[in-house]
C-alpha cells in the first residue's frame, strides 16, 4: 500500500532584505528568471516528485501570491490532489502565526484532515530542482521522526549558515548550530559541512507532537529550524539527507546540485545571472524536470529594425513572450514579458520584470527593475552609482534596484 504524504510549503515570510522588490508581495510570490514566480521551483518539485497535495502557509501581503497559486496550480480534483494556500487562520485565538513552527501548530486541522502518514516541510523562496520522493523513501529507510536536507559547503563558509553537525555514521544528527566559527567537517570529507536547505520530512505524528510541546514554551520563538530541530536532535531523533545523493532526471553535470537562497539584492541578482551562460549554472531548459507555471497569452517575442546602428538584438539574455527589442541592444540579461526596449538604447546585466518601457536612448547597468517602471528617453542607470545611491536602492555589490512602478529621475 502506498504511503500517504501531505506537503506543507512554508511561505509567509516578509522578505526585508529584499526590499524594495517585497515592498508590495510576499517573498515567495516575487518573480523570478523572466516568467516564474519564486514558489513556482518548490511547487514543480514536489509536483515532479509526485506529490500533489499541497497546502501554502501564507502571511505577509500574500494577494499576489494567492492569485498566482489559485491561477497556475490547479489539480485534478477528480483524483483528490489539490495546491491550496492556506492565510493565518486564527484558530488558537486572534493572533498571527508567531514563526514557522507556529504556523503548523495552528495549521494542525489540515494535518488531521488528510491524515498523512509523511509530512514534507519545505520553503517557499529558494531556487534549485530536487526529487523529494528520494528523500521521502531516505527517511522511512531510516526510521528517524526527522529527515533534515544538507548541502555540501565548504568549512570556511561555516559561519554564513546553520551548520548539521553529525555523527560518525554520517547520518545521525548530533548537534543543529547555527552560523558556528568552530564547526567540525563531515566524517567523509573533513573540508566541507552540511549547510541545512531548510527541507524536512517528518513522520506525522513526531511533527504534531513537536510543535505541540514548542507551542507550549513561551521562550520559543517558534521556528522550525531553530527550534523544532533542536528539540528533536535532542532526542537522537533526527537524520540528514545528502543534497549530493538526489539525482533529478535531466540534471547535468553543471547544474547538478545547484541550490540558492535568494534571501539578499545580491544574491537574487546573481541567481539570475546563473540562468543566462551558454552552459548555464542552472537550466531551466531541462525537459525532464520542468519547472511549471503561468505567464498568461503573451505573444512571441520580436526584434525589429536590423539597419546601421538601429539593430534589435539580445546577446546571452532570456527574452520572455510578449517582448519587443525595437533597434536596442540586450547583453546578459533576463527580460520578463510585457517589456519594450526601444531603439538606440542599451540594457546590459539586467532584470527587467514585467510591462517595463525602457526610453531611446536609455542606458542601463547592473540594475533589477521592478514591474510597470518607465525608463525615460536618454536615462542612465547604473553608471553613476553615488547618484544612484540618492534615488534609488543599490546593494552592496552596486546592483542598482528600482522598485514597483518608481518615478525614474532624468
Same mark, same amino acid.
Given at each position: 500500500?502506498?504511503?500517504?504524504?501531505?506537503?506543507?510549503?512554508?511561505?509567509?515570510?516578509?522578505?526585508?532584505?529584499?526590499?524594495?522588490?517585497?515592498?508590495?508581495?510576499?517573498?515567495?510570490?516575487?518573480?523570478?528568471?523572466?516568467?516564474?514566480?519564486?514558489?513556482?521551483?518548490?511547487?514543480?518539485?514536489?509536483?515532479?516528485?509526485?506529490?500533489?497535495?499541497?497546502?501554502?502557509?501564507?502571511?505577509?501581503?500574500?494577494?499576489?501570491?494567492?492569485?498566482?497559486?489559485?491561477?497556475?496550480?490547479?489539480?485534478?480534483?477528480?483524483?483528490?490532489?489539490?495546491?491550496?494556500?492556506?492565510?493565518?487562520?486564527?484558530?488558537?485565538?486572534?493572533?498571527?502565526?508567531?514563526?514557522?513552527?507556529?504556523?503548523?501548530?495552528?495549521?494542525?486541522?489540515?494535518?488531521?484532515?488528510?491524515?498523512?502518514?509523511?509530512?514534507?516541510?519545505?520553503?517557499?523562496?529558494?531556487?534549485?530542482?530536487?526529487?523529494?520522493?528520494?528523500?521521502?523513501?531516505?527517511?522511512?529507510?531510516?526510521?528517524?521522526?526527522?529527515?533534515?536536507?544538507?548541502?555540501?559547503?565548504?568549512?570556511?563558509?561555516?559561519?554564513?549558515?546553520?551548520?548539521?553537525?553529525?555523527?560518525?555514521?554520517?547520518?545521525?544528527?548530533?548537534?543543529?548550530?547555527?552560523?558556528?566559527?568552530?564547526?567540525?567537517?563531515?566524517?567523509?570529507?573533513?573540508?566541507?559541512?552540511?549547510?541545512?536547505?531548510?527541507?524536512?520530512?517528518?513522520?506525522?505524528?513526531?511533527?504534531?507532537?513537536?510543535?505541540?510541546?514548542?507551542?507550549?514554551?513561551?521562550?520559543?520563538?517558534?521556528?522550525?529550524?531553530?527550534?523544532?530541530?533542536?528539540?528533536?536532535?535532542?532526542?537522537?531523533?533526527?537524520?540528514?539527507?545528502?543534497?549530493?545523493?538526489?539525482?533529478?532526471?535531466?540534471?547535468?553535470?553543471?547544474?547538478?546540485?545547484?541550490?540558492?537562497?535568494?534571501?539578499?539584492?545580491?544574491?537574487?541578482?546573481?541567481?539570475?545571472?546563473?540562468?543566462?551562460?551558454?552552459?548555464?549554472?542552472?537550466?531551466?531548459?531541462?525537459?525532464?524536470?520542468?519547472?511549471?507555471?503561468?505567464?498568461?497569452?503573451?505573444?512571441?517575442?520580436?526584434?525589429?529594425?536590423?539597419?546601421?546602428?538601429?539593430?534589435?538584438?539580445?546577446?546571452? %539574455?532570456?527574452?520572455?513572450?510578449? +517582448?519587443?527589442?525595437? $533597434?536596442?541592444? *540586450?547583453? =546578459?540579461?533576463? &527580460?520578463?514579458? #510585457?517589456?519594450?526596449?526601444?531603439?538606440? %538604447?542599451?540594457?546590459?546585466?539586467? +532584470?527587467?520584470?514585467? $510591462?517595463?518601457? *525602457?526610453? =531611446?536612448?536609455? &542606458?542601463?547597468? #547592473?540594475?533589477?527593475?521592478?514591474?510597470?517602471?518607465?525608463?525615460?528617453?536618454?536615462?542612465?542607470?547604473?553608471?553613476?552609482?553615488?547618484?544612484?545611491?540618492?534615488?534609488?536602492?543599490?546593494?552592496?555589490?552596486?546592483?542598482?534596484?528600482?522598485?514597483?512602478?518608481?518615478?525614474?529621475?532624468?
Amino acid at each position: 500500500m502506498a504511503v500517504k504524504v501531505l506537503a506543507i510549503v512554508l511561505a509567509g515570510g516578509e522578505g526585508k532584505r529584499l526590499m524594495p522588490l517585497t515592498a508590495d508581495r510576499a517573498k515567495p510570490g516575487v518573480p523570478f528568471g523572466g516568467i516564474y514566480r519564486m514558489i513556482d521551483f518548490v511547487l514543480s518539485n514536489l509536483a515532479n516528485g509526485g506529490y500533489l497535495k499541497i497546502v501554502v502557509l501564507t502571511q505577509y501581503k500574500s494577494h499576489s501570491l494567492d492569485r498566482h497559486i489559485t491561477k497556475t496550480w490547479r489539480m485534478s480534483t477528480l483524483l483528490g490532489n489539490y495546491v491550496t494556500p492556506v492565510p493565518a487562520q486564527q484558530r488558537l485565538g486572534p493572533r498571527w502565526f508567531a514563526g514557522s513552527a507556529d504556523a503548523i501548530y495552528q495549521s494542525l486541522n489540515l494535518i488531521n484532515d488528510e491524515s498523512p502518514d509523511y509530512v514534507i516541510v519545505f520553503g517557499a523562496d529558494h531556487i534549485y530542482r530536487m526529487d523529494p520522493k528520494q528523500m521521502v523513501n531516505d527517511h522511512i529507510a531510516s526510521g528517524a521522526a526527522v529527515t533534515v536536507a544538507g548541502i555540501r559547503q565548504p568549512k570556511s563558509l561555516a559561519d554564513q549558515f546553520g551548520v548539521i553537525d553529525v555523527g560518525a555514521d554520517g547520518k545521525r544528527i548530533r548537534a543543529f548550530r547555527e552560523k558556528p566559527r568552530d564547526a567540525e567537517g563531515l566524517p567523509d570529507s573533513p573540508d566541507e559541512v552540511y549547510a541545512s536547505m531548510g527541507n524536512y520530512v517528518f513522520t506525522t505524528r513526531a511533527l504534531q507532537e513537536a510543535v505541540t510541546k514548542d507551542a507550549q514554551n513561551p521562550d520559543s520563538k517558534h521556528d522550525m529550524g531553530g527550534n523544532i530541530i533542536p528539540m528533536m536532535v535532542e532526542r537522537g531523533e533526527a537524520n540528514v539527507y545528502d543534497f549530493r545523493d538526489n539525482e533529478v532526471p535531466g540534471s547535468t553535470d553543471r547544474d547538478r546540485g545547484y541550490w540558492r537562497d535568494v534571501g539578499t539584492l545580491d544574491s537574487f541578482y546573481e541567481a539570475h545571472m546563473d540562468l543566462i551562460a551558454t552552459l548555464p549554472v542552472f537550466n531551466l531548459y531541462n525537459h525532464e524536470w520542468p519547472i511549471f507555471t503561468n505567464y498568461g497569452s503573451w505573444p512571441p517575442a520580436k526584434f525589429v529594425h536590423g539597419y546601421d546602428d538601429r539593430q534589435g538584438r539580445a546577446i546571452e %539574455s532570456m527574452i520572455s513572450p510578449g +517582448v519587443v527589442v525595437s $533597434g536596442a541592444l *540586450v547583453e =546578459r540579461s533576463v &527580460i520578463s514579458p #510585457n517589456v519594450r526596449v526601444n531603439s538606440w %538604447s542599451h540594457v546590459e546585466g539586467c +532584470v527587467l520584470m514585467e $510591462g517595463v518601457s *525602457v526610453g =531611446r536612448r536609455a &542606458i542601463l547597468k #547592473n540594475a533589477i527593475i521592478d514591474k510597470n517602471v518607465i525608463i525615460p528617453e536618454g536615462a542612465q542607470i547604473g553608471v553613476d552609482l553615488d547618484r544612484d545611491r540618492k534615488l534609488y536602492t543599490v546593494s552592496d555589490n552596486g546592483i542598482v534596484v528600482i522598485g514597483k512602478g518608481q518615478r525614474v529621475e532624468l
